[in-house]
């Protein structure tokens, strides 16, 4: 049957005699080939090509090699792609990698420049830290490339100390109790226990209303407030009150625990010694140099100062804050308090800055009273020994922070030592989101 690329013609033969009919096809070759039908040219010799059926199975053939063409060209596609996203990551990897590193450094230049400017402060006025001082502002590290460092130094002083709440001698101070419980109260605490809670959690005794679950010791930082049993994240940090719907404060940023208090040394006692009122006095003091010749020692040398002369915790007068001032001081009123803090702020009429230098300069502040005034005796200082800095070091799109607690002596003793650091956002929960400005009150 004749397939449809052949036409039909008339055969005649030189004679012009009619032979009949012969089917040929419209492309003729004169050779073996592939035609459109399927079918194979021959050469013949009364027609011409003739189309004869292909060999079997050879359409099947060419459909697999097709489809494992483009099996291959869709693995090596694959190939390229995922080698393509490979090499992206690891050059994002490296690229953090070196940004990490140079924030390492970064961090460590930030620590260094806190310590150059307590040293300097130490230096210039060592016997007052005031707010108009260089470290008192945010600081921008220079020379540095491809990073970005920033510094804030605060000192610790300003904050309450939470060794206020335990006596020298390990027992609960109740005064501290009421300061803090006030503290709770000024920043809108929905939860009259927080100060209760904290106070039985770090006393050393085992009486107290919220015993279950405490530790009996201090704290280590203070973000270790956390872990007391019925204490919450937003008590910490701030929130809202579910009553009132109005915000507060969190009481971290109020909070520290530095300086730590020394301890007084223990008073030895003679085995036969009988209990009595009076103090023991302490044992003679072997490394003592001798006596000079025709003189005597006394037989009992103190080598510390007496139990009476540790104090407790002070706050500075100068950088305090005024949440912090109105818990000390109970007769002192909110507007008073802020009085207090405009005053340390604003300059003399000779351009000098004014700063607190005793106690008694509390009485050119407007609405001071001699009560309140009574009130803080003892409870201030004007110089400040421990002070936290808060460093980030940004390098593209990594960023490192690092909290150093940096503690200082006279201004011939050695440089700021460290006395405690730690790494992450945890520490004061950074309030202004990455890229922001650093304010004079933390991050």
Known sequence: MPCGCQE?????????????????????????????????????????PVCVPAPAGRSARRGIALVL????????????VQLRLTTRLHVIQSANTAGDLRNLYGARAGLEFARLYVQTDTELTPGLDMLHEPWARPIQIPGLSDVSVQLVLEDEERRFNLFRL????????????????????ILGIPEDTLALRIADYID????????????????????????IPGIYPEFLYGGVDPRTEQPYRGILEYVTLWPVPIAPPPVPTRPDAQESSEVTPPAPDENAP??????????????????????????????????????????????????????????????????????ADLYRVPGITER???????????????????????SGNVSRRVRYVLGRGAATEPPPLLTWWEEGGAFGMPRAAAGEPLTGQGF
């Open 8 to 48: 039909k013609r008339q055969r005649y033969d030189p004679a012009g005699v009619y032979k009949g009919v012969a089917f040929t096809h419209m492309r003729p070759t004169g050779r073996t080939t592939r035609s459109g039908c399927g079918m194979i040219e021959t050469p013949s010799r009364e027609a011409g």
């Open 372 to 394: 309140m005034v009574d009130a803080l005796k003892g409870e201030v200082v004007f110089k400040s020994s421990i002070f936290s800095a808060r460093v980030v070091s940004r």
């Open 69 to 80: 063409t483009l099996l291959v060209l869709s693995i090596l596609l694959i190939l390229v």
């Open 204 to 227: 050393p005794d085992t009486e107290g209303d919220f015993e279950a679950g405490a530790r009996n010791r201090m704290l280590v930082i203070p973000e270790e407030l956390a872990m």
């Open 166 to 185: 335990v006596l020298p001698n390990g027992k609960p101070d109740p005064v501290g109790r009421e300061q803090l419980a006030r503290l709770v109260a």
């Open 290 to 359: 001798p006596p000079a010749e025709g003189t005597t020692r006394p037989p009992n040398t103190p080598r510390r100062p007496p139990v009476a002369a540790v104090r407790r915790p002070g706050v500075n007068l100068n950088t305090v804050l005024p949440e912090v001032l109105l818990a000390l001081c109970p007769e002192m009123t909110p507007e008073v308090a802020q009085a207090v803090a405009a005053y340390r702020t604003g300059t003399e009429d000779d351009g000098t800055p004014r700063a607190f230098k005793s106690i």
